[in-house]
């Protein structure tokens, strides 16, 4: 595995203590109660989080002022980049760009993929390719050839929240001088360990940070999970290619 630093370790983040926040100091959601009503016609009640609403961005960086997590007039909150390395030089193979990242929620080290919030009027593919660079250093391409390279708009946690994401498949080639030593561009609070794992070696590396600790991230897991499916259902998928 390739290693690539912040600073500091993601791995020496630890949570001091939880306790419930007030309403009026939420930066980013918010609490709401939902009355609606079942198939049967009974009213119900459904708590749910929702992101507040993002009315200005400031330059490149995210400074965002308060009550801004999602684009005022866009549906779409974020994008996760599944980036693959493809090195002419590597024996094994195309390589998957993952992340490590203390997440506090959770209060464990997490297995990403390189993510971010799409700026206003910004495309889903341009956003990921900002954010690529911004978290990584790598300069991609999207793939013309690819016919999922833009994913569906995926709701996260339906069951809870509103937030959703678009997942980008994009490429980087490792043969660009750009690519030799990239420079990411972190944010003062960003703490992220960037790495990479072989892509058809995906499911056992992935096993292997879970038994050492890790959480996996859903987008990660899902998409590991995905390509073993397709692995043992490649002969009845590949009449629909």
Known sequence: MANKMSKYSPM??????????????SKWIQLKKITWQDPSGKERIWETAERMVRTMIMQRKHALTQNQTRP??????????????????????????LQKQFRPPVDKVTIEVPSGLV??????????LRE??????YIATLPK????????????????????????????????????????ELEENEYIETFTIPLDNMWNELEKLEQ??????????????????????????????
């Open 12 to 25: 020496d983040g630890k949570v001091l203590g939880v306790e419930t926040m007030p309403p009026n100091e």
């Open 212 to 241: 050492q600790g890790f959480a996996i991230d859903a987008r990660v897991g899902t998409l590991a999970q995905g390509m073993e499916i397709a692995k043992k259902w490649k002969e009845a998928l590949g009449k629909h290619a």
């Open 119 to 128: 700026d206003e009027g910004e495309d889903p593919g341009t956003s990921a």
């Open 72 to 97: 005022k007039n866009d549906a779409l909150d974020a994008v996760g980049v599944v980036a693959i390395l493809n090195d002419p030089k590597s024996s094994s193979g195309p390589a998957l760009l």
């Open 145 to 184: 050839d690819a016919k999922a390279a833009e994913g569906f708009v995926m709701f996260n946690d339906p069951g809870f929240c509103n937030t959703n994401t678009k997942m980008i498949f994009v490429e980087v080639d490792m043969a660009d001088p750009r690519n030799q030593k990239p420079e990411p």
């Open 132 to 137: 690529l660079k911004e978290e990584t250093g």
